[in-house]
Each structure stands twice: as C-alpha cells, then as structure tokens.
C-alpha cells in the first residue's frame, strides 16, 4: 500500500500501486471524487443574496445575467419588473384603475348607500369618461346605484 493525499479534502489515505499505474487512487472517496469532477461556481442571489451553485450551462443561458436561488426570488424580481408601462400587455393605462384607487387606500364601499360587498361594487366615473383616470374622477359604487346615476335617477 502507497500512502498518498486526496487531491480534493488534502487527507492521507492508502492506495494500492496498481490503482497508480491506472491513473486512480487520486482521491479518498467517492465523495471527494463527485466534489471534484463538479464544474460551475457559486453565485448570489438577485433577490436575497444567497450563494447557490450554478453549472457553466445555468451561468451562460442567463439572458438578463441574474441569477436566483428559485422560483419564487424569480418571481419577486420578475413582478417588480414587468409592472405598469414595462409589463408586454400594457395596453396604456385606460383600465388600471382598481389599481389607482388600491393605491390610493381608498376603502371599497358605496359612497352613496354605503354598502361594501366587494361582489356587487364597481368604480364610477364621474365625468363619464373611462380614460381620465385621476383620483378626483374614480368613486366605488354598488351596482344599483351605479344604475340609477347612469339612467339620470341621482339622489
């Protein structure tokens, strides 16, 4: 038996000479042997900045060059991203506006009759105009309601 030092952990161990002459006997165990034959390196996460292993294939298909350690980091950066104008089915803006009065802390209930049954609410426009989409102009209203203001039936 030859006394020799792992390549990969640097511990003694014992070969035979005929593992030598083949080109073995390089590592103590199959562990170190695994270890060694990895390829790629370690990277931080975009989103939390934890080290996760990516191999050359992971590192060079990257097209926007970050790197995560799952799904769900990938889906915090990507939804912070593609929001609003940046997002490929903006379609300008006109109907973003439960997204303005959500904003907004604007509670959801009837202004006239003061119901708040998010299931039969829906936001008024109050010069009738769907694409001016200012605070001033948008008021949550019950369906009838709704209704009557539309039919000239005010209050």
Known sequence: MVR?????CKKEFNTKPSQLKLGFGKYCSMGCSRQA?????????????KP????????????????????????LWR??????KNHPNWQGGEFSYHRIMKEHNISA?????????KKV???HHVDHNRKNN??????????????LIHNGKTF
Request: proline share 1%; net charge positive.
């Open 121 to 123: 609410l829906v936001i």
């Open 79 to 84: 939804n912070k991203k593609y929001t609003g």
């Open 4 to 8: 020799r030092e792992c390549q990969e």
């Open 134 to 147: 200012t605070i001033a102009n948008l008021m949550w209203l019950c369906r009838n309601c709704h209704y």
């Open 109 to 117: 209930e009837c202004k006239e009759c003061g119901m708040s049954n």
């Open 37 to 49: 034959q990895k390829t790629g390196k370690f990277v931080l996460c975009y989103t939390c900045e």
């Open 52 to 75: 996760t292993w990516k191999t050359p294939k992971d590192l060079k298909k990257s097209k926007s060059g970050y790197f995560f350690c799952g799904k769900s980091c990938q889906t």
